[in-house]
């Protein structure tokens, strides 16, 4: 699914720093997701963004700092990161309704050192 | 919360065979997808298919969502269909968009 853009690809961080991942969609959907992805693990839910407004927080440590600026833009603000924080961070996007396929971004590929 | 049960988690075939992929899901659903990850990271979407059958090329996929199973048929597996697969549920009842994804299955396609 080439229609959600993530941005960077790879992200390589000290533990000390402070980093954000990005990701745009232009399919009009106005609910916005972040899954992480651990290594030969599926995709885990992290965050839920409805019309721009944080509707679920999968109880993820506040180092992870989602924003949602407007209706096509996801935020992640990293800060203070672990190791074990490395994973592939995904993004997608769907309607806002029940029953309507979620589309993926291609992921940034985290690693803190 | 809802289970989702792949099988089999390793499946290793010759090109040109053909394959069955099999997700059992422990609840009502209101969306059910197929995905291909490959070895790049990049997450596939092969099917949207809550009920009923779908093909698209070489894939097809039937849900049967009165008896909670959804297979993913491959035929004439080509080596580019190596990856792993990801079946993915949004429970019915709960919030839009809140997908489990069951554990994969890792196949392996040699030439």
């Known amino acids: 699914d080439t229609e959600v853009t993530q941005t960077p690809k790879h992200l390589v961080m000290g533990m000390t720093n402070k980093k954000s991942l990005k990701c745009e969609q232009h399919m009009g959907h106005r609910a916005m997701y972040w899954y992480k992805q651990k290594a030969k693990k599926p995709p885990e839910l992290m965050f839920v963004?409805?019309?721009?407004?944080?509707?679920i927080n999968e109880s993820v440590p506040s180092r992870f700092s989602p924003e949602c600026p407007n209706s096509s833009l996801l935020n992640l603000h990293l800060h203070a990161l672990q190791p074990e924080d490395s994973a592939l961070y995904l993004c997608a996007s769907s309607q806002v309704r029940q029953g309507t396929p979620s589309h993926f971004g291609n992921g940034t590929r985290l690693t803190v050192t | 919360g809802i289970q989702v049960e792949q099988s089999p988690p390793d499946l290793i075939l010759q090109e040109g065979a053909n394959s069955t992929l099999r997700c059992n899901f422990s609840d009502s659903v209101n969306n059910l997808q197929w995905f291909h990850q490959n070895p790049w990271g990049q997450l596939i979407n092969l099917f949207y298919i809550p009920s009923g059958t779908k093909q698209n090329g070489r894939l097809s996929a039937t849900t049967v969502a009165t008896e909670r199973y959804s297979l993913l048929y491959i035929s004439s597996s080509q080596t580019t269909d190596s990856g792993v697969y990801f079946c993915?549920?949004?429970?019915?009842?709960?919030?839009?968009?809140?997908?489990?994804f069951g554990q994969g299955t890792i196949l392996t396609v040699h030439p």
């Open positions: 993915a549920v949004e429970a019915g009842g709960t919030s839009y968009g809140k997908l489990t």
């Open positions: 963004y409805s019309y721009e407004k944080l509707s």
